[in-house]
């Protein structure tokens, strides 16, 4: 069946690195996407990956296994506003390209 | 460029009522999927449209029912309302829906049935 699974929940402190990690277990692969959810807010999109190694965006980056099923969230030099959910998403050529999303890691940073 | 736009951004319904929501995506986008997120719960994928046709159908009853006109917009309609279907309802929308075609979602429905 499909699954993605994140970490529920991880505190961080203001100025540190926190890695979030993502593994998958779908039909098909064709990308994974990251986005960043703060409360009561629409989600925006923060990175995508379609091949193995490191995405650098800034302060954010991303890394894929595809062998794996296995990606993770990097963030460098947290700040307060970097608080929020964090959700990956898989798309799946094999259910019509519909992206499957895990349940979110929600990132709390303290001073 | 204007993002998605959803409206109403808020509702309140009773149980039994039914609700139409709408979804207005960026110009130009093809694609529009519904989800309904709940406070601990991930996105749950509700349907996808695509050029008028829904492509996609998530694991809901069938009381959640949507379409999409000519022009791209959509519509997203929940009869015979339930306690359990308070909930943020969000549209996304792409330019169409393959690889890295990101969805940029909009600010959401936040409907509540008491």
């Known amino acids: 069946g499909q699954n993605i699974d994140q970490p529920t929940e991880m505190t961080a402190t203001e100025g540190a690195i926190v890695q979030i990690n993502c593994t998958y277990q779908?039909?098909?692969?064709?990308?994974l996407f990251w986005y960043q959810q703060h409360a009561g807010e629409a989600p925006t999109f923060l990175s995508y990956n379609v091949l193995d190694g490191l995405e650098e965006k800034g302060r954010f980056s991303s890394f894929l296994s595809r062998s794996k099923g296995y990606s993770y969230l990097l963030l460098k030099e947290l700040q307060m506003k970097d608080s929020a959910s964090y959700l990956c998403a898989v798309r799946d050529p094999r259910s019509n390209y519909q992206l499957i999303w895990g349940a979110g890691t929600k990132l709390i940073i303290k001073p | 460029k204007a993002g998605v736009t959803q409206t109403p951004r808020y509702l309140i319904k009773t149980r039994g009522q039914q609700v139409t929501l709408s979804c207005s995506p960026i110009?130009?986008?093809?694609?529009v999927s519904w989800y309904q997120q709940t406070p601990g719960q991930g996105l749950q994928f509700l349907f996808e449209?695509?050029?008028?046709?829904?492509?996609n159908k998530g694991n809901f009853p069938g009381r959640f029912s949507g379409r999409q006109f000519s022009n791209s917009r959509s519509e997203m309609n929940v009869s015979t309302l339930e306690l359990g279907d308070s909930a943020l309802y969000l549209c996304?929308?792409?330019?169409?829906?393959?690889?890295?075609?990101?969805?940029?979602f909009g600010p959401g429905t936040r409907l509540l049935v008491l």
């Open positions: 779908t039909s098909g692969f064709n990308g």
């Open positions: 996304a929308s792409s330019l169409l829906s393959r690889g890295e075609e990101t969805q940029y």
């Open positions: 449209y695509f050029s008028e046709t829904q492509r």
């Open positions: 110009s130009g986008h093809r694609s």
